[in-house]
């Protein structure tokens, strides 16, 4: 037998599981071919050591495994209830979702339109920044108040609740 | 010595499974009680310490629970088992990137304290037994956990949980040959990290 053939049936020749004959041929191959040897001499002693390892202790798992379950099955109940919702809400979605758009749309439009008539737009002409600064400091207006409108003579004032 | 429950353990036939996958907690724990010694063992060597060990066999559980719905009874609920036991096992090694190939090639490798402690709660698990049995034991399960997990799961399988060569195939989804391909990489690589290990040692 060739070193290839005996490589495929070691595991079966370790286990005992070859017909004697070919056990046998295999025998005579391991005392006479150093490199088999080797090889099957490596396996055993590797499978010894492994067999030996001890069998360990189980400790109980049981409660905290219980437990993970009972919690994911919570989490998963409000997941399904959550579905549910959705299924028998799916029909009226496009309307809630249409009136809930027009309210969201109107309440920005009305908000806006209030707060637009709390503020004051003062347009005033300077000339020179410095009539500016000295605008703002007799108004007591915040330094931030001024804004830009186009060219530099032309600004607008605009304050929060007049003044 | 840990007593063998074999007769104790309850038997889990069809019904019991079926019961399990319509979400019978009392169901799940006979499978529990069936499967617990086989999953732990498993998953013991996949890692490092009694508590990442029961880390793991919980997870193991609950993705059981979870999954019990997908099994098919084409294979037998041991395999199906045994494969998500695997699977996490591999996984979780991957995710903590426990081994390193390279490890073992730096002149100063260390033996970690994870090993020394372990070797530790080998001899307080395990007073009566020898200490140098002991510490082969943490030796051989030190040079496991330098092994790729693919390599180690099957070693695993084959010499510690006795699995025969078809059902570790059906195990790892793969044929007969690769499983003895495999086992032959792992038997070289397992000698080398020993024997690199033992000149460390000495």
Not at chain 1, 75 to 101: D, E, R
Not at chain 2, 3 to 13: G, R, T
Not at chain 2, 173 to 190: D, P, Y
């Amino acid at each position: 037998m060739r070193c290839g053939k005996i490589k495929k049936l070691m595991y079966d020749y370790i286990d005992g599981t070859l017909t004697e004959s070919v056990s046998q041929d295999i025998d005579r191959h391991i005392d006479e071919c150093s490199k088999c040897a080797k090889h099957h001499q490596n396996i055993t002693q590797n499978i010894a050591l492994l067999k030996e390892l001890p069998k360990l202790e189980t400790p109980d798992m049981w409660t905290s495994i219980h437990e993970k379950i009972m919690e994911e099955e919570q989490a998963s109940s409000l997941a399904v209830l959550w579905n549910h919702f959705k299924t028998i809400s799916q029909p009226y979605a496009v309307p809630v979702a249409s009136c809930a758009l027009i309210l969201i749309v109107s309440g920005v439009l009305l908000s806006r339109g209030m707060l637009a008539s709390k503020d004051t737009v003062i347009d005033v002409q300077f000339r020179t920044t410095q009539e500016i600064a000295f605008y703002i400091r007799e108004h007591n207006l915040p330094d931030n108040s001024a804004t830009f409108h186009g060219e530099f003579e032309t600004l607008s004032i605009t304050t929060e609740n007049g003044v | 010595m840990v007593e063998e429950h074999s007769e104790e353990l309850p038997q889990i036939d069809e019904a019991t499974i079926r019961k399990c996958q319509e979400g019978d907690k009392g169901a799940f724990h006979m499978i529990y009680q069936h499967f617990k010694t086989k999953v732990f063992s498993t998953a013991f060597r996949f890692t490092n310490n009694y508590d990442e060990a029961m880390d793991l066999t919980q997870d193991i559980f609950i993705n059981i629970f979870k999954k019990i719905k997908m099994f098919e009874f084409r294979s037998s609920l041991s395999t199906w088992i045994y494969r998500l036991s695997v699977n996490a096992g591999i996984d979780r090694v991957r995710k903590y990137k426990r081994y390193t190939l390279t490890s073992m090639d730096h002149p100063d490798f260390q033996a970690t304290n994870d090993f020394k402690e372990l070797h530790k709660e080998h001899q307080v698990k395990r007073a009566d037994e020898n200490v140098i049995q002991d510490e082969n034991a943490a030796s051989t399960h030190e040079a496991l956990q330098r092994l790729s997990p693919k390599l180690r799961a099957i070693l695993i399988l084959r010499y510690i949980e006795d699995l025969p060569y078809s059902e570790i195939a059906t195990v790892l989804k793969c044929s007969e040959g690769t499983v003895k391909s495999r086992l032959n990489r792992a038997h070289i690589k397992l000698k080398e990290v020993l024997e690199k290990d033992s000149e460390v040692g000495r």
